[in-house]
Structure formats: C-alpha cells, structure tokens
C-alpha cells in the first residue's frame, strides 16, 4: 500500500519537528569550549546549558502529550514549535550564562510538546502494519540529528559565532508552522483529563534527582543539599507512584508497564539515551581540548560515527519488519558498548579512533529505531499518544541523567587534565551495556500484547 500525500507530508514535518528538538539537545557541545570562553562558563556550568533542556524536556512530556491528545496534536505540535523557535532567539541573544541556561529551559518546553506529538501524529496518520517504517525513518532522522549536532555546531560556531546555532533555527520553524497548520489534518487522542497532580509531583522528583546528581561534586556528596534533592526527588516520586495508582485518570498509567516489552523498551531507551547523549558531550569536548581540533574540525572528526547512520539506518527500519525488535536492540547496545570502552583507551592519533567510532555508530543505527518500535508497538493503537510521551520522557531523563552522572565521573577523574574522559566515555560504555541487559526482554516478534481492558478504556 501506496502512502497517501498527508501521510508524506505528516512524516516530513513531523521530522522536521524531531530534527529541530533532537539537533538543540546537543549542538551546544561542539560550542561549548567558545561559550566557556566567551562567557567565563565552569564545566558544571556548561553541563546546564544541556540539562536545563533536558530537564524542562522531560518533566513536561507527559503534560504536553496529554494537552495534544484533548486540544487536538497538530494545534499543540505548532504551539510548541512557536515556543521553541522564539526560544532560540532567547538563547542567541543571551549574554550571560544563566540567561542562556533560562532561555535553553523554555526551548525545552517547546521541544516538550513538539516531540510526544510528533510521534502521536505518526501514529495517527500511519495504521499498524505501516508504523514500523514510518518510525524507522523518523527515528534514523532523529539519530543524524543528534549526532549530527557536533558538526553542524562546529561548522557554524567557527563559521560565524556560536550564537547562530540557535538563529538557524528561526526560519526552519516558521516554515514548519505554516507548513503543518495546512498540510496535515487535526486528530485527537483520548478525552482524558490532565492529572496536574501527577505532572506536579513527576516534575519535582526528575528536578531533585537531577539536580542532586548535577551538584554531587562540586558540592560535596554528603552535602545537605545533595542529600536533600536526592532524598525530596525519592519522596516525590513515590508520591507520584502512590497518585498514579489511586487517579483515574492518571498521567502515566503504571498497569503499561505490566507488558514486559514495553518496560523493557523504555528501559533500553533510557540507557541508549544516557550513553548517547553523554558521548556526544564528552566526544566533542574530547576533540577540541585532548586533539586540539577546531570545532568544525571536531565535527568532521565525528564523521565516523555519525555518516553510519544514512547507511545503517534504513537498513534497520526495514529490518525491525521482518526480524523482530530485540535482536537490533540487542546487538545494536552490544556494538556500541564495545565501541565505547574501545573509544575510552584512547589513541595516540586520532585515525586509531576510527574503526571504534565506526563500530559505535552502527550499534546505535541498529538499536535506536528498534527500541522505539517495540515501545510503540507494544500497547494498543488508542494509547499511542500516551506511550510516545512516556518513551520520550525515558529518553530525556535518560540524556540528562547521564551528562549529569558522567560530568560527575569526568570531573572526580581530574577533569580536563587528568583521565576525565578515558573515565567518562568508559562510563559511555557501562550504560550501553545496561541497554543490551534490558533488550533482552523485549518480546522476540513484534506483536501488539494484551494490555489490560481497564487501562485501554481509560486512555480511550
């Protein structure tokens, strides 16, 4: 079956939307040394330039698919693309840091209600046995855009200033905006309520947890405010456990997690995420201060990791049709956990970095648009709103929780000038392999598994 003209025009813009979300997780870090420079910025410092998107990203996820569903996702998905463009002005004009670390928060409110709704518009538009594909393309577009992101950062930092990775993104969402408003029909998901309870509580448990992690090092582990975050953000999030089973109408509802493979997939999701986005950070960084690479210089060293995905992306979409899931997922984590400690012995060279980077890049080709296939093919069509806004916030905690964790790590290693990152890209490695562990209980085939009939009728 042919796809019809608004199903091309709803994946396009659609990725559009993704690439735009995906580039500005980290298109900060090939700037992040000219930033440090131009602002007087401390490596906790920069760290927030990419966890305060991460973290505003990911506490409201669920908020935003959830307004998607009741206000309609193609009204939402362009209101969260105006927020998101008016953002990056915000962070192009910024001339401190904790101007730029605010405007970088509200961009991730924007991308908070871009991405949840840009995978419920796929899943509307595109029935079950078509799904597969249309992911596997958007999830490969996705993919080059984050590790995409160096290159371009580099390119245009050293081009023109590091404040244009941020102009750049002016025109693309204005053409987007117009572009979706008349292209691609409304649809709705389930008239459910917002559990502003729920939003509330999830919200403050990532803020404590996060933020604890963030500030272990330089405050001190034992610190009052360290183990104060931790300890609000594990009270906060049984609050939220404890809510969320008594709501009905509850903001994530934890009976989804009862099916094995979409447990298992949010689980390999959030440690591909933590290892991907951690080595973006770190790789980049790695170039520039341990290579001495200019930052377009270090975005084509990077090359090797990223150009494998137009090669080895596709090949998954198709693949995840016929061979199932885990097997990608499986490997997938497999080859980048080897490419990660490979990575993190170093080279006395940079060519010594290739084949590992090569190999790295084809495990996360294999792995990324298979594990967000079983996440979406798990439930049933009506909770497809619902399961991407869950799969994404895993994903964005899983990002912010590893650049946090492993900036930790990095700076406890001596940083810059000690084994910082020969520690923190083996850390890189230990989440991958985390990845492949929770792969493993993804189901064999894909196939749609029972979900409880009390669940489905909520979300309907």
């Not at 979300?21 to 090939?30: G, K, Q």
């Not at 994903?395 to 990095?410: C, K």
Request: one cysteine or more; aromatic letters at 8%.
């Amino acid at each position: 079956m042919k796809e019809t003209a608004e199903q091309r025009w709803v994946l396009g813009l659609a990725s559009i939307g993704s690439v735009m979300v995906a580039l500005d997780v980290l298109v900060v870090a090939a700037a992040l040394t000219t930033i440090r420079a131009d602002l007087g910025a401390s490596a906790e410092q920069l760290e927030w330039t990419v966890n305060a998107y991460g973290l505003s990203f990911a506490m409201l996820l669920m908020t935003a698919a959830a307004i998607g569903d009741r206000l309609g996702r193609r009204r939402t998905y362009a209101a969260g693309l105006a927020v998101f463009t008016a953002a990056s002005v915000a962070c192009a004009l910024a001339t401190t840091l904790p101007l730029l670390i605010a405007a970088r928060a509200v961009q991730g409110v924007g991308a908070a209600m871009v991405m949840p709704l840009a995978m419920g518009l796929l899943g509307a538009a595109f029935p079950p046995e078509r799904r597969g594909r249309a992911i596997g393309v958007f999830s490969g577009v996705t993919g080059i855009a984050v590790l995409g992101g160096p290159l371009i950062g580099g390119a245009v930092t050293e081009g023109l200033s590091w404040q244009w990775i941020f102009w750049i993104n002016v025109p693309i969402g204005v053409a987007a905006i117009a572009l979706v408003l008349t292209k691609i029909g409304e649809s709705t998901g389930p008239a459910r309520r917002l559990d502003l309870v729920g939003a509330v509580l999830i919200s403050l448990a990532v803020l404590g947890l996060v933020w604890g992690t963030v500030r272990g090092e330089s405050a001190g582990w034992t610190s009052a405010e360290v183990l104060g975050g931790f300890g609000a953000g594990v009270v906060m999030l049984a609050a939220f456990g404890w809510w969320e089973r008594r709501t009905d109408h509850a903001m994530v509802p934890l009976a989804f997690f009862r099916n094995r493979t979409f447990s298992a997939a949010n689980s390999a999701g959030f440690f591909l995420s933590a290892a991907l986005f951690s080595a973006v950070f770190f790789l980049s960084q790695y170039m520039q201060a341990v290579l001495g690479s200019a930052p377009l210089k270090a975005g084509l060293q990077l090359l090797p990791w990223t150009a494998t995905l137009f090669v080895v992306g596709p090949i998954a979409g198709r693949l995840v049709e016929r061979v199932g899931e885990r097997p990608l997922v499986v490997i997938g984590m497999a080859l980048q956990t080897a490419g990660m400690f490979w990575v993190s012995r170093g080279a006395d060279h940079y060519w010594g970095l290739v084949v590992p980077l090569v190999v790295t890049g084809c495990g996360i080709s294999l792995a990324m648009p298979a594990a967000q296939s079983a996440a979406m093919a798990a439930l049933p069509r009506e909770a497809v709103g619902i399961a991407s806004g869950i799969y994404s916030m895993n994903r964005q905690l899983g990002g912010a929780a590893g650049v946090a964790v492993l900036g930790s790590v990095f700076t406890a290693a001596g940083g810059y000038t000690g084994d910082g990152f020969a520690r923190a890209l083996a850390g890189c490695g230990v989440l991958s392999l985390l990845g492949a562990v929770s792969g493993l209980a993804v189901a064999a085939r894909r196939r749609a598994e029972v979900v409880p009939e009390k669940v489905v009728e909520g979300v309907r």
